[in-house]
């Protein structure tokens, strides 16, 4: 390993995967994450109060776990990478005061990382993908189309002006009586359905980049609601692949517009919606036929990890962005352009 390129510890908690890895330029040597899912899913949805708690104890074990499967001593580690913003408060909070910790108590640079941009980085990991491109980010908690002409930054080109695409899968599994997360349960549901139910596609008028999921998430609540009033069966594998194909249909032709508009020939998917099969292959196939190549990260970095929160530290420090003071700050509703401290 090249001693000129720093070894990064990163630490990502902005919501309810508590996770840590050790990276080196877009290798990732270690990558741990210890996931709140179970303890969430009986409330049907993320807690932030018991989030940050269970963070606050997650941490020094998940950190040490990283560490050691890297084989890499603490002190030999060049800067310490941390997530702060967009998320919760709280969990955001858990993971910063750690970083500040670790980063003070062993003199180690400190970088905060945009968790969206880390979202985007994620495809850099183990690809040789390199800017422009145009990206399509659909997480729980934002979906924006972005041009991105260069590493770190992204101008958004059309995003969502209600619910974010996750969010709205999320919704829409709670009304089909499905567990937390619902994005992979409607995934898995949706393969025994038929999409043969015509739901609004989130579309605006006069806005043609940019979406509206709350309009159809109330569709799919309507739909069940009148049928259970009228008590008929509820056809829950229909529901689901229908209303996946809503998203997934508006996702696609918005971001191929997007792509042509940019004039761009690579597009890009990042983020927890992105592990979706269908959403993949709906894009896989629109983009061959009109012309441009496909990249998303592998499933296990779709998610929230740290990996890419250490990889996209790394072309931080590569522009020679400034380290984070230690009065670092967390902040909840970080956009995804967003790169000051
Ligand atoms: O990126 P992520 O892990 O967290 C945020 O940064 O927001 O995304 C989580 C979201 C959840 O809403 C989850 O339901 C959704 O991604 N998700 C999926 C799938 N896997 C996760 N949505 C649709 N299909 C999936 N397979």
Sequence with gaps: MRSDIPLILAIESSCDETAAAVTWQR???????????DIHRRFGGVVPEIASRNHTLALPQTVWQALMEADVPFSEIDA????YGAGLQ???????SY??????????KLYAVNHLQGHIAANYIDCDLRPPYLC???????TAICDVPDYLKANIMGETVDDAAGEAFDKVARVLGLPYPGGPEIEKIAKQGQAAIAFPKANLKDRPLDFSFSGLKTAVINYVHGRRQKNEDIPVTDIAASFQKAVADVLTEHTIKAARRAKRDKIVIAGGVGANGYLRETLEYAAKREGFRLFYPPLKYCGDNA????????YMMEKGMESAPLSLESRPSLKINDLLY
């Design 90 to 96: 709280g969990a955001l909070l858990s993971g910063v």
């Design 80 to 83: 310490v990478a941390v997530t």
């Design 27 to 37: 290798k990732v040597l270690s990558n741990v994450v210890a996931s709140q899912i």
């Design 136 to 142: 399509l980010v659909v997480s729980g908690g934002n």
């Design 307 to 314: 990996a890419m929160i250490g990889v996209c530290c790394y």
């Design 99 to 108: 970083a500040k910790a670790m980063a003070y108590a062993a003199k180690k």
